[in-house]
DNA sequence: CTGAACGTTCCCCCCAGGGGAGAGTCCACG
DNA sequence: CGTGGACTCTCCCCTGGGGGGAACGTTCAG
């Protein structure tokens, strides 16, 4: 039986962490003095303690540390681990798009933006909706348009698109819904034919991969205000040329739509 | 003048995270007034809201963004922004490590570990030493590491080693040392003669690079447990075979080298 | 003029710990 | 056997970067 601090010299967790690990039920000593409260860990928790402290280095939440660890199955628990590591992935791909955003931010000479005020008439096309939190977008994004594809396939008559709550983009969740024109929407599955409404858009084309389209929405809403109008309602997105057209991303083309009304 | 919501659905921030750094001082409405307290921000504004958000993203502190952004200098400013990417760096790379001992962990053949109980005698060598915070370990390591190497150069007579305070693995500051063995210990700058105290050690050899050398760790704490002994004081390495004699990491040989005691 | 939408402050909550107080326990040495 | 120092216990407050919601004030278009 090894005492807190010996537990702790030999997996290099603190003492204060096992406390909080045996607290919150991830890692039991083996035995706990009745009267004194000392807690005695096994050798045999030593590779539990370094899995435990692993995962936390990969920023897994404990709650789920403790659903890894409670998984018996060698198998399942791969892929738990899996998961979170693809989460991993995603995340640095976020980091990635923000560099070049900040490249960008940084760079002294912005060019000047080209912004094209279009009414939008009212269409109905084959849509998947949710309400998602911002973190899922990218997700829930290739999911949808996946199934959207096998839905209405050999009957697209227009590039993607979607339309998203402005909440969307900040910190909390809100409504997403993404898009294919079909002259015939079908309804399958979470695919359901949706009409979009008319409305008025500043438009602008994002040229490039989706890094660094913040700047952009920036330059876009600048625009809008210096032209004495205000934005309102979802921003609409259309992906002119994505990666269902080419694997280029530096052909990327993406409309960005705001709905917009006259102020003043 | 914009209100903070139409600012928020400008520059994806939200309305709550907008005030927040109004109380930061961190980006400041172009007007507050007075009577209501309602915050107006300007179009020029968004920009920097933009920067804020993306420094964000890349888990640069509040503290750190308002640094940034009082930097007047586009070229400091720059190296500001260089430094946090280092740090992005680092924290992959040490992503990177928590993956491969992971992986290791998981693996469901350990194999047995060999370990060489070793009467170490006193000796004295050149060292750098520092209280360091575990995060600074690998920076502080490297400095100190290049200005050992200045001075004792041509007098080198044994691989470069280490002694690390236990709790400088946990989440604290501890007591590092690095040494360069040397005939003539010099005393230059941050350099000066040490003497290792003798001390008997459970020695193991760790191959590769130091991803996942914490599992050697837990496996070395293991066996000692399991001979009736128990750990104290600060753990040695000793860089056998290191980046300063191959660029091939997979090659690197490391001893760790744990003071022990008898117990029973 | 009125009501909806928007704004304000204030307080509590989240996570995964760190710092420290005050008190109890263990064990080796004398 | 006693004692002193190292160790351990619980408890409370602090961190940072927000989110949720209450209670209340302001703005503005119909």
Redesign the pocket.
């Known amino acids: 039986m ?7 010299r030999l997996t290099h ?12 039920a991830l890692l039991e ?1 083996a035995v ?2 009745e ?6 860990y096994g050798v045999d928790q030593i590779p539990t303690a370094q899995v ?1 402290h692993r995962l ?1 280095e990969l ?7 403790q659903r890894i660890l409670r998984t018996p199955d060698p198998g399942v628990r791969a892929a738990l681990v899996a998961e979170h590591l693809q989460r991993l992935e995603d995340a640095l791909d976020r980091t990635r798009a923000a560099v070049v955003s900040l490249r960008r931010l940084l760079r002294p000479d912005p060019a000047p933006i080209d912004v094209e005020l279009r009414a939008e008439p009212a269409r109905t096309v084959a849509a998947v909706e949710a309400v998602v939190g911002h973190r899922d977008i990218e997700t829930w994004y290739a999911g949808a348009m996946a199934e959207l594809e096998a839905a209405v396939v050999g009957d697209v008559t227009g590039p993607p698109g979607g339309s998203y709550d402005n909440a969307l983009f ?4 809100g409504h997403a819904l993404v898009y294919l024109p079909s002259a015939a929407p079908p309804r399958t599955g979470r695919v359901h034919p949706v009409s979009l409404p008319a409305a008025e858009l500043a438009v602008t084309t994002h040229v490039g991969e989706h890094d660094g389209i913040e700047v952009t929405y920036g330059e876009l809403g600048t625009w809008v205000v210096e032209n004495a109008m205000s934005v ?1 309602g979802p921003v609409r997105e259309v992906y002119v040329v994505g990666p269902r057209d080419t694997s280029d991303p530096a052909a990327w083309r993406t409309e960005i739509g705001w709905p917009v009304f006259r ?1 003043t």
């Open positions: 090894l005492t807190i601090g010996e537990f702790s967790l603190s003492v204060r962490t096992l406390r909080r690990y045996h607290g919150a000593p706990v003095d009267t004194t409260g000392y807690r005695y435990i936390r920023d897994v939440p404990l709650s789920d540390v900040e910190q909390e969740r309102a102020v």
